[in-house]
């Protein structure tokens, strides 16, 4: 029997970069499917990821934090809610590539005739899915990369050999809009732009803000660069302490959308960034990028696409030689390139 559905919601929970992951497997179902009506449900701030990748018809956005921390019977209002809004949508077929507890059941009251689900042993509800044959169990596999466990759940569809590397493509209107912010400070002159990332969500991840700055020193005198910082809405509040840090060419650039901050990422030469989700953002619109990471070994979390990793037992261990070199080599490559496409 050939399955076609016409109407998919996918459940697509995560955190950022997590979204970022996913977009090969919702590539691979737009292939699959290129007829059928495509709905993700995610959270913030990932319905702009989704958006930007075009493989969707629309967007359901959930903040299940908000719905996991706040006054607990209008979460449960909220809910009932968004489960109305789901069946009133009334899909045909629903996946859930992350598979909570919680999502789960919203995938069995969704109403969808097929669920595919995620298996993850003590956190998905297997037994409400019904769609046969089931994906192989995520076992949590630190050798396997997310890309390829999102991916394992549509091995039933008959999906193999799916491209692995995210791709976003940004918008002729952010483009724009980056161009408006750093023509003020000539930054689009020609010298190559290396973006620097201080943020990380959570201070123990963060590589030293001095050491950022001692990094943006280097490039600039050695490499005749414009380093670009990037500031997030969780380091708002570091913009007076980073000034005076950074040298005086340097820009900063805060309050950008997700979108404007990847149409400013497509035009840099090399994002240097500790572990977190503008990085696998900066990879999937093509920068190749530097990522500082506190484990001692590659994980299945990196970026895919054009990188190097600076892994230690703590980012505080990460010296800053050892990040411009690497920061330098992919600049080499970048100018290499440049020469031999003109």
Do not use: C
């Not at 069946?87 to 909570?100: A, G, K, N, P």
């Not at 040298?247 to 090399?270: F, G, T």
């Not at 506190?294 to 990196?302: E, K």
């Amino acid at each position: 029997m050939t399955f076609n559905p016409r109407n998919i919601l996918v459940i697509d929970f995560g955190q950022l970069g997590d979204v970022v992951m996913s977009l090969p497997a919702l590539r691979a179902l737009r292939e699959k499917f290129p007829h059928a009506k495509m709905t993700v449900a995610v959270g913030k701030p990932g319905g702009e990821i989704i958006r930007m990748s075009g493989y969707a018809a629309e967007t359901i956005e959930i903040d299940r934090v908000a719905l996991r921390d706040g006054f607990k019977p209008l979460s449960i209002w909220k809910v009932l809610q968004i489960t109305k809004d789901i069946r009133r949508r009334q899909f045909d077929f629903v996946i859930d590539l992350h598979s909570f507890s919680e999502t789960n059941l919203l995938g069995f009251f969704s109403g969808a005739r097929q669920r595919l689900f995620a298996r993850r042993p003590g956190r998905s509800l297997d037994f409400l899915a019904n769609f046969k044959p089931t994906p192989p169990i995520d076992r949590n596999d630190p050798k396997q990369h997310l890309v390829d466990r999102y991916l394992d759940v549509l091995a039933p569809l008959g999906i193999k050999n799916a491209p692995r590397i995210p791709k976003l493509t940004t918008s002729p209107e952010d483009d724009r809009a980056i161009d408006m912010m750093l023509r003020p400070a000539k930054a689009d002159a020609g010298a190559p732009l290396v973006g620097l990332f201080p943020g990380a969500g959570h201070p123990g991840r963060r590589w030293p803000i001095e050491r950022f700055a001692q990094l943006a020193d280097s490039l600039i005198r050695n490499d005749s660069v414009r380093p670009i910082v990037f500031v997030g809405p969780e380091e708002r509040h570091l913009i007076q302490q980073m000034r005076p840090l950074f040298p005086s060419s340097s820009v900063i650039l805060d309050k950008l959308s997700l979108p404007q901050l990847a149409a400013a990422q497509a035009r840099l030469a090399v994002f240097v960034s500790n572990d977190t989700g503008p990085a696998h953002i900066a990879a999937a619109v093509g920068t190749p990028v530097v990522v500082l990471i506190d484990v001692p070994t590659p994980h299945a979390y990196i970026p895919l696409g054009t990188s190097r990793l600076m892994f230690s037992e703590s980012v505080m261990q990460i010296e800053v030689e050892d990040v411009y070199t690497a920061t330098r080599e992919l600049l080499s490559a970048d100018r290499t390139a440049s020469l031999f496409a003109s």
